[in-house]
């Protein structure tokens, strides 16, 4: 790969990266604030002890919970699947680099694994590069947070 297209699929994984976290963050904030939402619409359950079953939630209460999950959902389906659609780019593009990228807040981290007794068969290899095609690697990309 030539340096200069390097360069721009790097800035290109990382502006994914950033676009990653922040789809992200705003699913976590919306579903928060669906759960608040409903919790400040149920009634509160009794105190412990002894363990009771939670009291029953009112008919129109809990159609309105109903009507705010059903409008929710969809919007949060979305935001997912875009979120899948944008790791998927990310992880294309980090595997064809063969290197971890580092964006403000996530990192696309690389991993190569080799499929192989490493102690013996890497000893032999240098005597016997016949063998060479039977060695095997996997490569992988995992998403964390920048710390």
Not at 67 to 90: F, N, P, V, Y
Not at 114 to 140: C, F, M, N, Q
């Amino acid at each position: 790969m030539i340096n200069d297209e390097k360069e721009v699929l790097i800035y290109s994984v990382q502006k994914y990266l950033d676009e990653l976290g922040e789809m992200e963050s705003g699913l976590d904030e919306f579903a928060e604030k669906v759960n608040d939402k409903i919790d400040k619409m149920t009634p509160p359950p009794p105190p412990p002890p002894p363990p009771t079953p939670l009291p029953e939630v009112p008919e129109e209460i809990q159609a309105e919970i109903d009507a705010i999950l059903e409008s929710t959902g969809k919007a949060m389906r979305l935001q997912q699947k875009a979120i899948d659609e944008c790791k998927e780019k990310i992880t294309k593009s980090v595997l064809e680099l063969g290197e971890t990228v580092a964006g403000a807040k996530l990192q696309a981290v690389h991993k190569t694994t080799v499929t192989w007794d490493k102690k013996k068969l890497d000893g032999y290899l240098l005597a016997e590069p016949k063998i060479a095609p039977l060695r095997s690697e996997k490569h992988s990309v995992s998403f964390t947070a920048k710390k």
